[in-house]
């Protein structure tokens, strides 16, 4: 059986989607012969913990530590909150303190390309034995955060394996960037890293069609798409709310702020009376202060419930009870290839999907295909309004359903077969 070594950060416990992507890949491995053996880190600062999904991790599968060391984290001991939403991905775009803005400009001068690149070295001198010992002619490296594929690039050079570099989320593209307040000199030592992994790599794997289309201007190496997907176990129709639920699962950035939703919202529970009595705006995940901020401006507090992060198997819960599922992306060109892991597992709880995010986005359009809910612009209101009147009368008469298709190609399992064929 052919051996692959996979080098990620987050593994469980640690939560969030960052971990489920290479968790879901090594379960189905083994059914196309092929053996995935672990590397993480020993001692990470994980911002969310799931230690629910321990319990996924294949039996007998070969896991090596090592120890890390992650000066950033250091922050955390004094300013707990503040770290932890910043390392959570929540950046407040309003009244930043003097800390926060250090902190960022720190994160995002000091340590390039992250944090994490102190573990590079030695993981290497390490993986070199290993690599070796177990005979495995092939590495897998998946970023961010994108550090790692620095490991990968020095084991490339020193042993000659094959090596496929996974981005799960662009590099210098993505959203966060422009909130680090780096320097020209330190978004040019990007760049460089950047460009010079996409042309070290014997593949490359990218999570979408856009992302793809980036990296092909900067490199001529092969490309692969592998998209996030579910996991057929999720697969169910769960006894519904009773009252009319729009749920959103993970994280709402500053910048995932639907204000044309909220205004809707809004109108309709002022316009129509049922719908008042009915409305519940579930929020499960970390929920930045900007819009919970919009949301009150709104009128909306009562009708919302901020429940934080909760682990992955209660969270398919709530997805399969809601009415709608919310799906919302910064409004941004850079944002138009993001396409959020939850949404393969919103469309494998078969309820109506509210897709909001920028002009020609890659997620959305995946909705709209899928024929599993509608799309909208964060300009858009008059459509918008008329689909959640729809949906409700839907709701009110019990025929609030989904005639999905396409999906299946979206299971974890057809997607590391994907994989597999490309190793």
């Not at 491995?29 to 321990?54: A, C, G, M, Q, S």
């Not at 930043?96 to 390039?112: D, V």
């Not at 909220?262 to 819009?291: C, M, P, T, Y």
Request: aromatic share 10%; with cysteine; charged share 25%.
């Amino acid at each position: 059986m052919q051996k692959v070594l996979i080098i990620t950060y987050y593994w469980p416990p640690a939560g969030g989607p960052g971990v489920l992507r290479w968790l879901k890949f090594a379960k189905y491995l083994r059914d196309f012969d092929i053996e995935p053996v672990l590397y993480i880190p020993e001692n990470p600062h994980y911002p969310i913990l799931d230690k629910t999904l321990i319990d996924q991790v294949p039996k007998g599968i070969t896991i090596y530590k090592r120890p890390i060391r992650e000066p950033f984290s250091i922050a955390s001991f004094l300013f707990r909150k503040k770290t932890q939403r910043i390392s959570s991905g929540i950046i407040q775009t309003k009244n930043q303190s003097i800390i926060e803005k250090t902190m960022l400009y720190i994160r995002g001068n000091w340590f390039i390309p992250d944090a994490r690149k102190y573990w590079v070295k030695p993981s290497v001198k390490f993986l070199s034995g290993v690599l070796e010992q177990d005979h495995i002619e092939h590495i897998i490296t998946t970023g961010p955060p994108h550090s790692l594929h620095l490991i990968g690039y020095q084991l490339k050079k020193r042993c000659g394996v094959q090596w496929f570099a996974d981005f799960r989320d662009p590099w210098t593209t993505i959203g966060y960037h422009s909130k680090l307040k780096m320097t020209e000199n330190s978004l040019k030592k990007h760049r460089q890293l950047e460009r010079m992994v996409l042309n070290a790599a014997d593949k490359i794997i990218a999570t979408s069609k856009v992302t793809k289309r980036e990296f092909m201007s900067l490199t001529k190496k092969p490309i692969v798409v592998i998209t996030n997907g579910y996991d057929s176990d999720y697969v169910g129709n769960a006894n519904r709310n009773v009252k009319f639920t729009i749920s959103h699962i993970g994280s709402l950035l500053s910048g995932r702020n639907p204000h044309n939703l909220w205004k809707v919202l809004a109108e309709l529970v002022h316009e129509n009376r049922a719908f008042g009595e009915e409305l519940q705006l579930q929020l499960i995940g970390v929920v930045s202060q900007d819009v919970l901020h919009s949301i009150h401006e709104n009128g909306l507090e009562g009708h919302v419930r901020v429940m934080g992060y909760v682990p992955h198997e209660k969270a398919i819960e709530y997805q399969q009870k809601s009415q709608v599922l919310l799906l919302v992306e910064i409004d941004a060109d850079q944002t138009r290839g993001i396409i959020p892991g939850k949404l393969f597992e919103y469309m494998a709880a078969m309820r109506p999907i509210l897709a909001i995010g920028p002009n020609q986005w890659e997620a959305g359009q995946m909705v709209t295909e899928t024929s599993i809910g509608h799309t909208f612009t964060y300009a858009e209101t008059t459509h918008l309004k008329e689909v959640l009147l729809k949906w409700f009368d839907a709701y009110r008469t019990g025929t609030l359903v989904v005639a999905a298709k396409g999906i299946e190609k979206y299971s974890r399992r057809e997607l590391t077969k994907q994989l597999a064929n490309q190793l």
